[in-house]
């Protein structure tokens, strides 16, 4: 099978926020990963592990005390070299499609979702067809991410959380991005409306029709979340993030199934799931302005040894001195 480029390429992103009194705290550290046309690469881990920053430096998001190291390359641009016209102007809905994690806070509070859609419709599209047609796209937009076409003239204030969420996720759709950066797209949203939610930004992926600037790769879709069941159903591909690292890249269907992840934190985070053991792992993170030399994960390990003093290189697939084995079939069949 023919190897599918690369439509985000990240190579060694780091993001350190510089604090007062010289402090600096390691938001993301040494990250790589390939986001291919056609895939989806669900980005996993607790709260305040880095996902989020990490996706707001690729938009040239940070706040003015951050600092990022690496290259994040969307084709031929890299993202962390850009300036901020070329982000505005070029990639911010252009080339990434932004499903905000906290909706409410990037909608215009007094403008209505219709007028939203509406200018985002004709600034990304240009459709044909005067006010009629701008108006009907716009309705077809808010279609595709189940919201109401009733709530298309209510204001922000007036939604609930899953409604201003899905006038997000339709804004995001609009100019039909070469990569889809979705973060925590399912929040607020009952189960029926994860499923749909989620099939929908799978449909973008695998429809590249009109992917934007790069036809010719396709689209891709990086999904930042904690609904592990959301990423099961439609993730190609799994990269598990813990204080600021991610510990394991993996196929999902390996991940989800047999023979299952291989670091003690991704196993400990399907362990909590309610369906499988409902344990919760022990303890808590470590401050990211605080981490320790070694294995940031040692403290929470059952299979910590001295060895976890030092930090664990990345083998293949895995960053853990100690991962959990990879059955061969035969093993898998006694």
Do not use: W
Request: include cysteine; glycine fraction near 8%.
């Amino acid at each position: 099978m023919t190897e599918r480029a690369p439509v985000l390429s990240v190579r060694g992103l780091s993001v350190r926020f510089l604090m007062p009194g010289g402090r600096r705290v390691a938001a993301v550290t040494d990250a790589h990963f390939d986001v291919a046309a056609g895939e989806c690469l669900a980005l996993i881990g607790e709260s305040g592990c880095g996902k989020s920053v990490l996706a707001s430096a690729l938009l040239g998001l940070l706040p003015g005390n951050a600092q990022t190291a690496g290259r994040a390359l969307l084709g031929d641009l890299d993202l962390l070299a850009a300036d901020e016209r070329t982000l505005a102007r070029t990639v911010r809905g252009r080339l990434i499609g932004l499903v905000p994690q906290s909706p409410a806070a990037h909608l215009t509070p007094v403008r209505t979702v219709r007028a939203q859609l509406e200018e985002t419709v004709a600034e990304l599209t240009a459709p044909r067809g005067g006010r009629k047609a701008l108006r009907a796209a716009a309705e077809a937009a808010a279609e595709r991410a189940a919201f109401p076409v009733d709530h298309l003239d209510h204001h922000p204030h007036e939604l609930s959380g899953g409604l201003a969420q899905r006038a997000a996720t339709a804004l995001a759709l609009v100019g039909d991005a070469p990569l889809l950066l979705a973060d925590e797209p399912t929040t607020g949203l009952d189960r029926d409306l994860v499923d749909h939610t989620v099939d929908e930004l799978r449909r973008h992926v695998d429809n590249a029709e009109g992917a934007g600037a790069r036809p010719d790769a396709g689209r891709a879709l990086l999904m930042i979340t904690h609904d592990l069941a959301a990423a099961e159903r439609i993730a190609d591909r799994v990269a598990v993030m813990y204080a600021g690292h991610i510990v394991e890249l993996t196929d999902a269907t390996e991940f989800f199934g047999t023979p299952g992840p291989r670091h003690p934190y991704s196993r400990g985070l399907l362990d909590a799931l309610p369906d499988r053991a409902f344990a919760p792992i022990p303890g808590l993170p470590p401050e990211l302005g605080a981490l320790p030399d070694g294995c940031a994960f040692a403290a929470r390990c059952d299979r910590t040894t001295d060895a976890c003093a030092a930090l664990p290189p990345l083998r293949g697939q895995v960053a853990c001195h100690h991962p959990h084995a990879v059955l061969t079939k035969a093993a898998d069949r006694a």
